[in-house]
Each structure stands twice: as C-alpha cells, then as structure tokens.
T-cell receptor, first 113, second 112 residues
Framework: GAVVSQHPSWVICKSGTSVKIECRSL??????MFWYRQFPKQSLMLMAT?????????EQGVEKDKFLINHASLTLSTLTVTSAHPEDSSFYIC?????????FGPGTRLTVL | GENVEQHPSTLSVQEGDSAVIKCTYS??????FPWYKQELGKRPQLIID?????GEKKDQRIAVTLNKTAKHFSLHITETQPEDSAVYFC???????????FGAGTRLTVKP
C-alpha cells in the first residue's frame, strides 16, 4: 500500500521562531496533500489542501500567512508554522490520496515554549 | 510513545452480516479513541468515538467497545450494507492532549 511519512515526528521550539514540517509520499505521487491539526477535546480539523505547483487552499479560519504551505514536488509538501506561539502547540498530520483512498502520515507533535 | 495496531487489514462480509475491527494500543495514558471512515474518493469522517470512562458506546448500527485493562478497543458494525464499504481507521490519544496515533486502517467490503 501507499506510505506517507512526516518529519520531524516531534519538535520543540521557542516562541517567535518558525517550524517546518515535511510530508512525503514515499512510493506514489500526490498532486494533492492534506494538512490536519488536532485541537484539544476535538477530532482532526482539516487546515488546508496542498496542491502541487499551485497555491494551497485553506479552510475557513486558518491563517494563510501563519501556516505556509509549499507543494514543490509530486512527493513533498511542507507546512511552515511561522512565528510560532504556544497556542500553535498541537499535533499536525498530513495525508495524501492514492487510488481513491487517503493515506495518513504518522503526525508531528509541535510544542512551542 | 503510543503505538496503535489495527486488525484485520482487509475484511469482506456479506450484506446483513456484522463486521468487527479491532485495535490495540500501548500507552495506558490514552483515554480517547476515535474511529474514522473513509469512503472511496471521499475525505475521512469521524463516525464514533469513545472515552475511557465508558466501556461501550452505540450509535444506530455502529458500536465501539473499550477494554482498558487489555488496552484494546473494537468497532462493531451490525446489519452491514454496501455503503458501509470503506476504509476504517482507529486512533488513540490522550484527551485534551495534542497527540494522536492512527492504526493502519481496515478495508471493509460489504458484498450485496
């Protein structure tokens, strides 16, 4: 089956710094990838759809300038949390569709001090 | 960290039969267990979840059971219908914590 990886699996950073999270499709090409975030007491929330070679599509309420998404190749999408603050601490997970199904990455736990 | 295993990876049943998908987790601190359904070509959807203060939860034809001692939880679908065909993912996390681990998924096929 298709495999999606994320890097790093966890990261701790200082407030005000930027953090980049990578999402890779290892054995298939993905023109689209999805970024999710888990909020406390809630299930996963779709943040944005990453489109290879074009701008990402953000869900309502998600700040584009805060969460920069770049889908530079058919196997890599990156999410950069800019000027991170403690409220950005969360679990971020990406996914990529293949053959009509969606495959999840293992997730990245971000802690902003 | 948490490790979630899900079985079986594929499951085929006749329409009207029941389907059971099982997951185990490793972190005894986990207390929130959601289940997602992903239909072909569609986005994953949360279908049911359970917290560790209850042992069972039902929603029409879907039920989830939790055994904290054994660290396993299961999804039960009764009177299956072809539209139940999908990939089902289990997950485990600590409620109000920003971490979640998914199972590898189970592809359920319901034959008419």
């Amino acid at each position: 089956g298709a495999v999606v990886s994320q890097h790093p699996s966890w990261v701790i950073c200082k407030s005000g710094t930027s953090v980049k999270i990578e999402c890779r499709s290892l054995d298939f090409q993905a023109t689209t990838m999805f970024w999710y975030r888990q909020f406390p007491k809630q299930s996963l929330m779709l943040m944005a759809t990453s489109n290879e070679g074009s701008k990402a599509t953000y869900e309502q309420g998600v700040e584009k300038d805060k969460f920069l998404i770049n889908h530079a190749s058919l196997t890599l999408s990156t999410l950069t949390v800019t000027s991170a603050h403690p409220e950005d601490s969360s679990f971020y997970i990406c996914s990529a569709p293949w053959a009509g199904w969606e495959f999840f990455g293992p997730g990245t736990r971000l802690t902003v001090l | 960290g948490e490790n979630v295993e899900q079985h079986p990876s594929t499951l085929s049943v006749q329409e009207g039969d029941s389907a059971v998908i099982k997951c185990t987790y490793s972190d005894s601190a986990s207390n929130y267990f959601p289940w997602y359904k992903q239909e072909l070509g569609k986005r994953p959807q949360l279908i049911i979840d359970i917290r560790s203060n209850v042992g069972e939860k039902k929603d029409q034809r879907i039920a989830v059971t939790l055994n904290k001692t054994a660290k396993h939880f299961s999804l039960h679908i009764t009177e299956t219908q072809p539209e139940d065909s999908a990939v089902y993912f289990c997950a485990a996390s600590v409620y109000n914590n920003n971490d979640m681990r998914f199972g590898a998924g189970t592809r359920l096929t319901v034959k008419p």
